[in-house]
Every structure is written in C-alpha cells, then in structure tokens.
C-alpha cells in the first residue's frame, strides 16, 4: 500500500502535515531525530487510526537517513510522497555565524533534502509517479536571517534541479513557501499551512505547480 514519509515530523508543520496525509488513509512514516518528539507525532497520527512507523534519524546524516527510508519503505510501503521539513531556524546576521555553523545549517536545509530525494525518487520513476515536497521559507531574504535566506533561497533551486530529473518520469517535485512564524491560533497555523502539501500531492500532472507561497490566512 502507498504510504507518506514525513523527514522532520516535529511540532509545527512536520506533525500537521502527518496528520494530514493520515486523514486520507496513508500510512505514515515519521522521521526526526529525537524520540520525544517521534512520541508526540505518532500520538496525533494514531488519532486517524492509520498505521505509523516512527524512526529516528538525523538529516544531517546520509546513512541514517537512508537507512531511516528504506526501514519506512519495508514497514509500510514504497512512499507515495515524501516531505522534507527539516531545517535549522534561527537568527544570524552577516558575519555572526561560524563557517560550521553556516556548513551545519546548510545540511540541514538543502543537503538533506537532496539526499533524500535521491534516494527515493529513481524508485517512485520506476513505479510511474509519486511527489517529494520540500518545506520552504523566506520568500524575501533578510540580513536578519542569513543562513536561513541562504537554506531557504538553495531549497527554491533544489525544487528546480529536481523537477528537471524526476519530473519528465512523473514525480511532482515542489515546496510550500512558508512566508511567516509558524503557530497554532494564529495566520500560520500548521494546520492551514499542511492542506497545501496535501494540494499540491493530490494535484493532476497537467496542473502542477512547483511553490506554492503561504502568506498566511486573513
């Protein structure tokens, strides 16, 4: 049976998007890197009474996180979609942040969702289709938020890099633009945000977008 993988699956949007996909009878594969939050996710998932697997792996690392795949692949069935919500927010301003630091947020940001996509994609082109979709941000860079417009700016190229490979062979490749802090209650509720992932996976070939941007709810 076709499952969703949700590399991230965190408060916020990661555990919103879970819960989404799991309302439309996907099993749902929930990866991050801490098992207290892997707990929290799987609790809201069971709510939709699918089957869950949760898996601990951090994106940063390409053996793990392969591992991670195929483990979800094994357990529940190769992915129907994959999102990749991953990231290292925080503030930095020009010149504040170390070469590592910088290295390790990029990881975290692109890398890691260019790992993943490799890894699953070759297969979902030989079953004829699939989507892998990518949590974006800053749609307008900010001198606030240097590493996060960088990540952010290779995540919108990536998208494009992607759909040129995996595209032609039918795998929808694409971001949700995030263009706010993200919290229950308020115009980026992850729950408002989540229906676009789900959009843009249930969307015909021929009406594909590549970004979707949210600027929040009225």
Same mark, same amino acid.
């Given at each position: 049976?076709?499952?969703?993988?949700?590399?991230?699956?965190?408060?916020?949007i990661?555990?919103?998007?879970?819960?989404?996909?799991?309302?439309?009878?996907?099993?749902v594969?929930?990866?991050a890197?801490?098992?207290?939050?892997?707990?929290?996710?799987?609790?809201?998932?069971?709510?939709?009474?699918?089957?869950?697997?949760?898996?601990?792996?951090?994106?940063?690392?390409?053996?793990?996180?392969?591992?991670?795949?195929?483990?979800?692949?094994? =357990?529940? *069935? @190769?992915?129907? #979609?994959? !999102?990749?919500?991953?990231?290292?927010?925080?503030?930095d301003? $020009? %010149?504040?942040?170390?070469?590592?630091?910088?290295l390790?947020a990029?990881?975290?940001?692109?890398?890691?969702?260019?790992?993943?996509?490799?890894?699953?994609?070759?297969?979902?082109?030989?079953?004829?289709?699939?989507?892998?979709?990518?949590?974006g941000?800053?749609?307008?860079?900010?001198?606030?938020?240097?590493?996060?417009s960088?990540?952010?700016?290779?995540?919108?190229?990536?998208?494009?890099?992607?759909?040129? =490979?995996? *595209? @032609?062979s039918? #795998?929808? !490749?694409?971001?949700?633009?995030?263009?706010?802090?993200?919290? $229950? %209650?308020?115009p980026?509720?992850?729950?408002?945000?989540?229906?676009?992932?789900?959009?843009?996976?249930?969307?015909?070939?021929?009406?594909?977008t590549?970004e979707?941007?949210f600027?929040?709810?009225?």
């Open positions: 049976m076709p499952s969703a993988v949700i590399i991230g699956a965190g408060p916020g990661g555990r919103a998007v879970a819960r989404r996909f799991a309302r439309e009878g996907l099993p594969a929930l990866i890197r801490s098992e207290a939050t892997l707990e929290a996710s799987a609790d809201a998932v069971a709510a939709s009474g699918v089957r869950s697997v949760s898996l601990t792996a951090d994106a940063t690392d390409e053996t793990a996180l392969r591992q991670a795949l195929d483990e979800a692949a094994a =357990e529940l *069935g @190769p992915p129907e #979609v994959v !999102v990749y919500n991953a990231a290292i927010i925080r503030a301003r $020009p %010149g504040e942040l170390s070469v590592r630091g910088h390790d990029w990881a975290v940001n692109v890398v890691g969702a260019l790992t993943a996509a490799a890894h699953v994609a070759p297969a979902m082109t030989a079953r004829g289709g699939g989507s892998f979709l990518i949590t941000g800053m749609p307008e860079p900010k001198r606030e938020y240097v590493s996060l960088l990540g952010k700016a290779g995540v919108r190229t990536l998208v494009e890099l992607l759909d040129q =490979e995996y *595209g @032609p039918g #795998v929808h !490749v694409a971001s949700v633009t995030v263009a706010g802090p993200v919290a $229950p %209650g308020t980026f509720d992850p729950d408002d945000i989540a229906e676009h992932y789900w959009r843009l996976h249930a969307q015909p070939g021929e009406q594909w590549r979707v941007v600027r929040g709810t009225p």
